[in-house]
């Protein structure tokens, strides 16, 4: 670049360049880790020294092969600074500071290695031209990057659940759930599993990846003002605008019921044995909830008794089908008739005829049905009690 500049001038020139350089740079890191806090150690020193050795051979104009390991050296040096930008704006001011949402030692390292990556995938790409090998490397690595992704999905799946619970911050430390059927408070939110505890001290660590792909209803958002209700069932005897001042005075009077917002009473359903009431009171902190719901339901027994209101126990209506058929001893009686005054069994007594009914059954047969068939095995006799058949051959 200076073949027409005398070699001393030229020295003074590079040097000139390599001292500035050096100090830019430096002076750059200086003002962001004073004016911003941008944390710069030692590799972005060594990266101002790289970087000021670079521009001043490439000013003297070095074509030697060595200058592309320098090249590269400074481009790899150069994602200190990537990383601390990013762990200032991106980590520290935004998500801290702006959300309040700490992000953990872990997520920041893999985000950095990333960024190296990157880096060293385009140093072997643009400085070194060896995209031919860095496809063999990539294939293979992407075989070794599936067989781990199917080994640690469920871990990295609650990693991810995490920093997304992170991020939109459904719930913090002391909110009540309710996930499914059960009622716990959160305990501790880490970056693989939320840890819950219900009432009855019971620790539940649900991982965050189940957590973000269910529903979950946060009793303490946005404040911890809640309903819940409570169902008591009265006789029908009871007009339902007596039922519900007793309902409503009971409930306003229970220990941590609020007053406001206002008790409410509703007629829910027309239930078998009873009239089915609703009671939707107000409370604050889930974790007394045990201790509301008994106080509701205390009130609701006294209040009911003190107005002559009933509860009522379970009842039923059985209605008994009888048999419609004639009872056997009229068939029998019946058949004793017909067989006295068949001819055929005119020579049997009556005690006989009585042995004969007794040791038979009656049969019944639909219409069109075969009784007996010509020729078929057995040694029973059919009589005609009711009814028609017809033989044919």
Known sequence: ??????????????????????????????????????????????????????????????????????????????????????????????????????????????????????????????????????????????VVAIILGFAGQNFFAGIIGGVAIQINRPY?????????????????????????????????????????????????????????RIRVGVEYKNPPSRVKDALFRAASTAEGVLAEPKVRVFLVDFADFAVMYEIKFYMGNHSRINEVNDAVRTNVWYELKRQGITIPFPIRTLQLERKAARPIQEEHQEARAILRDEALFECLSDVQIDSLVQQSRVSHFGRGERVIREGAEGDSMFVLLRGAAEVSI
Not at 53 to 74: D, K, Q
Not at 76 to 95: E, G
């Open 172 to 228: 913090k430390v002391g909110d009540w759930l309710q996930v499914g059927e059960r009622f716990a408070e959160v305990m501790e939110i880490n970056w693989r599993s939320t840890r819950l505890r219900t009432n009855d001290a019971i620790y539940l660590d649900i991982p965050n990846n189940e957590m973000v792909s269910h529903t979950i209803v946060n009793l303490h958002y946005p404040t911890e003002v809640h309903a819940m």
């Open 1 to 142: 670049m200076f073949s027409a500049v005398p070699e001393a001038e030229r020295d003074a020139i590079t040097m000139i360049v390599f001292v500035a350089t050096f100090f830019v740079a430096l002076g750059i890191g200086r003002f962001l880790k004073r004016r911003a806090g941008v944390r710069l150690g030692l590799l972005f020193r060594l990266f101002c020294l790289i970087l000021a050795f670079y521009a001043s051979i490439a000013i003297y104009g070095v074509h030697a092969s060595w200058r592309n390991h320098v090249g590269a050296a400074a481009i790899l040096l150069s994602t200190a600074l990537v990383v601390a930008l990013v762990n200032r704006y991106v980590w520290d001011f935004y998500f801290e500071k702006k959300r309040q949402t700490p992000i953990p030692h872990f997520l920041r390292e893999v985000v950095g290695g990333i960024i190296f990556l990157i880096a060293l995938l385009f140093v072997l790409s643009a400085g070194y031209h060896a995209e031919a090998q860095l496809k063999g490397v990539l294939a293979g690595s992407g």
